[in-house]
C-alpha cells in the first residue's frame, strides 16, 4: 500500500522560514509535488518536480520563495518555505504519481497518492 507522510507544517510568523517533508513508500515516482489549499479556496498547486529535479515547476506567488528538492532516493521531497507570508496559510498536501507522458502537474491531480495534508498558519 502506498504511503505518503507529510511532516514540518506549523504556524510562524510573516518573513518566517517552515521546512516540508514528504516521504513515500514503498515506491519511488517520477512526479512528486506540493499542493495547498487556503481557507475557503480551491486547491493549488504549489511546485512539482520530475525525476529528482530534472524539470521543476513553480506557482508564481512561490517561485524565488520556495525551494523544493529531493533526496538523493528520490524518497523524499522537501519544500522550504522561505519569506513566509499570511497568505501562503492553508494546508499543504504531497503528492505522487507516474507521468505517462504528461506534465508533472496534471499527472498529480489524476493521481490516487496523495498525503493527508500539513497545516502552514502564518500569521502577521
Known amino acids: 500500500q502506498v504511503q505518503l507522510v507529510e511532516s514540518g507544517g506549523g504556524s510562524v510568523q510573516a518573513g518566517g522560514s517552515l521546512r516540508l517533508s514528504c516521504k513515500t513508500s514503498p515506491f519511488r515516482f517520477i512526479c512528486m509535488g506540493w499542493f495547498r489549499q487556503p481557507p475557503g479556496q480551491e486547491r493549488e498547486g504549489v511546485v512539482t518536480i520530475y525525476s529528482g529535479g530534472a524539470a521543476t515547476n513553480y506557482s508564481a506567488s512561490v517561485k524565488g520563495r520556495f525551494p523544493a528538492s529531493q533526496d538523493r532516493t528520490k524518497i523524499t521531497l522537501y519544500l522550504q518555505m522561505n519569506s513566509l507570508k499570511p497568505e501562503d496559510t492553508g494546508m499543504y498536501y504531497c503528492?505522487?504519481?507516474?507521468?505517462?507522458?504528461?506534465?508533472?502537474?496534471?499527472?498529480?491531480?489524476?493521481?490516487?497518492?496523495w498525503g493527508q495534508g500539513t497545516q502552514v498558519t502564518v500569521s502577521t
Open positions: 503528492a505522487a504519481g507516474e507521468s505517462r507522458g504528461r506534465p508533472c502537474f496534471e499527472a498529480l491531480l489524476d493521481s490516487p497518492y
